[in-house]
């Protein structure tokens, strides 16, 4: 499943650049009049739509290697576009006709003619990927030294596509082939028939098969012919049409009601990425009816959810044929190709398809909601932390060396990997569970990065490092798993004397004036529960009985970061003052149930902007002090002052 989801978040970078294209290509349909009187602007931006639309599967291909390739750079990129050539032009017609000895490239196998096509497109994204992350490291002899790391990578991809091809080339006209007389039998069976052939349609999308079954449907492979019938108002009306009509609803209602659903599952902090490609993916489907930016969001991140698609789409083709409506397209089933053709002589009672597709809106809406909260299904927001895309262009770890290195300091001042027998993190310290707590170096892990060491008794340590624990943690995993070997140095320990102190040994003290973030009664730090607030460790500051249930900015600032458990949020300041508000004790443990982070890391706030929210009874419940340190975390002579 997680394969399933990276892929799917690997999707998204071609994806992205689809919409734009589709709507530019729409609106070159659309001044054309469906092709019928095309003209300068139509032809410019048809072509710069096309441009895209027309090779997306080799932007698959690319964006797909770098996407799924760990630590990737332009050689996985180029190890991609390596393997879709060779594929491509080892199958393409031209070439079939050399293996075969066929004179005229017309009589070669038409399945060879849909060979470049998204599933083709993936495999080969997935080849360039793999052989990126299984060679770029690669140490030839000396004498072939120029071919070592990342050179070798090209060089055994194309090996690696050319037995690709050779199975395709087998494979590929037998699936092909299968699917046409497939639908040639689906025809015999009347609107449910059509019910199959819409949800097959949606089904083999991924794999780009659907263009074998439109075929025997929508043009002259078994005596149908639908589209071009309907284009040129040849054919008979009340049945020209059937196999095109049931997609409206779908496309122009239905997967922007999809979309609003995914949109409002989606984590808080996550919304904004998730709104740019689920809103440029509904305003295509809606207008010009190209789905792929909007199904490839969720098809891998929620396979589930894309089966109930296909399932629905095939009902609204069932239900348009027994209906009396009939509607056709030239480009795709959405807005622009309905108002082209409201007046064409075969389209019967067009005004029914909006009725219908309103429906489809709410249905759709409807049952993606409750099936993606019900079932916690991973669509675009809602991915799992781990697949975001370590190693990738989605990669946020931009300080891996340095988290490495502190990681095995950390490690070696542990005891050894052997003596951490558990490892987890919270908002700023690591949690663990130690097999010989005497071996803990408090100094080294203090020279290593450390803010402070608790022993909380028994075989638990606890190492308070900062609002970036999750990536030393993260680290450490990697060091102890042997994946990050790395032979570290001592540091050197740092300077303690003139800590802070002016030529007259008097400490000098930084007043921070500051809102009061959430409503209640402030106390004193050290009344604070939990050592790490209490003793300083963390930083100075004070802290907050809560009555109220929001957190806001105490000053104008950035948000430095937050958690997944949205029990915590750290801010750093115009005047680079980094603050952490921590709410509750031990909170962590709660998971994030009672919690709602209201913005996103990076995002700019003003003093008063809210940034979480809480439920007091539920931490009460849990049985967690819901007392709140406000903590300045790089400057330990700071005080803290509220204004009135």
Not at 16 to 42: C, D, E, H, R, T
Not at 144 to 156: C, D, E, H
Not at 481 to 489: I, Q, T
Request: charged fraction near 15%.
């Amino acid at each position: 499943m997680k394969f399933l989801q990276r892929l799917g978040r690997s999707i998204m970078l071609p994806v992205a650049v689809l919409p734009v294209a589709a709507i530019l290509s729409g609106i070159s349909y659309w001044i054309s009049a469906g092709g019928k009187s095309p003209n300068i602007f139509s032809a410019f931006l048809g072509a710069a739509g096309g441009a895209l639309l027309d090779n997306m599967a080799l932007l698959f291909a690319v964006g797909i290697s770098i996407g799924m390739a760990r630590k990737s750079d332009g050689t996985s990129a180029l190890a991609g576009l390596v393997s879709w050539l060779v594929v491509t032009t080892l199958l393409k017609p031209e070439t079939v006709a050399l293996y075969t000895g066929v004179a005229d490239v017309n009589k070669v196998d038409p399945a060879f003619l849909k060979v470049q096509n998204v599933f083709v497109g993936i495999i080969c994204g997935l080849i360039g990927a793999y052989c990126y992350n299984r060679f770029k490291d690669t140490k030839l002899p000396d004498a072939l030294s120029f071919f070592s790391g990342k050179r070798s990578v090209a060089i055994v991809t194309a090996a690696v596509s050319l037995v690709v091809a050779i199975i395709l080339y087998f494979v590929w006209p037998w699936v092909y082939g299968g699917l046409v007389v497939f639908g040639e039998w689906i025809v015999t069976l009347g609107p449910f028939g059509t019910g199959i052939y819409g949800f097959l349609n949606r089904l083999l999308i991924p794999v780009g098969l659907h263009h074998a079954l439109n075929s025997v449907f929508w043009f002259d492979v078994a005596g149908i012919n639908d589209l071009n019938n309907f284009l040129s108002g040849t054919g008979t009306y009340g049945v020209t049409g059937q196999y095109m009509t049931g997609f409206f609803p779908i496309m122009m209602f239905g997967l922007p009601g999809a979309a609003l659903a995914m949109y409002l599952t989606a984590k808080t902090t996550r919304k904004k990425l998730a709104y740019g490609v689920l809103f440029a993916g509904a305003v295509s489907s809606f207008f010009v009816g190209v789905t792929e930016p909007l199904e490839f969001a969720f098809m891998f991140l929620a396979p589930g959810l894309y089966v109930v698609h296909a399932l629905f789409t095939g009902i609204s083709m069932a239900i348009s044929q027994i209906l009396p409506v009939r509607m056709g397209f030239g480009f795709s089933a959405g807005f622009v190709d309905l108002v082209l053709n409201w007046m064409n002589p075969m389209a019967q009672n067009p005004w029914l398809i909006p009725v219908m597709g309103v429906f489809w809106f709410f249905i759709y809406f409807g049952v993606f909601y409750f099936f993606i909260k019900r079932f916690n299904l991973k669509t675009p927001g809602r991915e799992d932390d781990d697949i975001l895309g370590e190693g990738t262009e989605f990669d946020t770890h931009s300080k891996d060396d340095a988290y490495n290195m502190t990681a095995v300091r950390f490690i070696d001042a542990l005891g050894g990997k052997q003596n951490i027998t558990d490892l987890d993190n919270c908002a700023t310290r690591l949690r663990m569970e130690i097999a010989d707590v005497s071996q803990v170096d408090e100094t080294a892990l203090k020279r290593a990065g450390a803010a402070g060491t608790m022993k909380t008794g028994g075989h638990s340590v606890q190492v308070v490092y900062g609002t970036n624990v999750q990536f030393v943690k993260d680290a450490m995993e990697r060091v102890m798993s042997g994946e990050v070997v790395l032979d570290v140095a001592e540091p050197e320990p740092a300077l303690a004397a003139g800590d802070g102190e002016t030529a007259t040994g008097t400490k000098t003290r930084t007043t921070i004036t500051l809102r009061q973030p959430v409503e209640g009664t402030v106390v004193d730090l050290t009344t604070v529960p939990d050592p790490t607030f209490a003793e300083g460790i963390m930083g100075p500051g004070v802290a907050i009985e809560p009555s109220g249930t929001t957190v806001v900015a105490p000053a104008d600032g950035t948000v430095g970061a937050t958690f997944d458990t949205s029990h915590a949020v750290a801010l750093v300041l115009q005047d680079g003052t980094e603050l952490l508000i921590h709410v509750g004790i031990d909170t962590v443990q709660m998971k994030g149930d009672g919690f709602k982070t209201l913005v996103e890391k990076g995002a700019k706030v003003t003093a008063g902007t809210p940034l979480l929210e809480f439920d007091l009874k539920k931490i009460a419940a849990a049985g967690h002090p819901a007392v709140t340190p406000v903590i300045v975390l790089n400057n330990e002579d700071a005080q803290i002052e509220f204004t009135e």
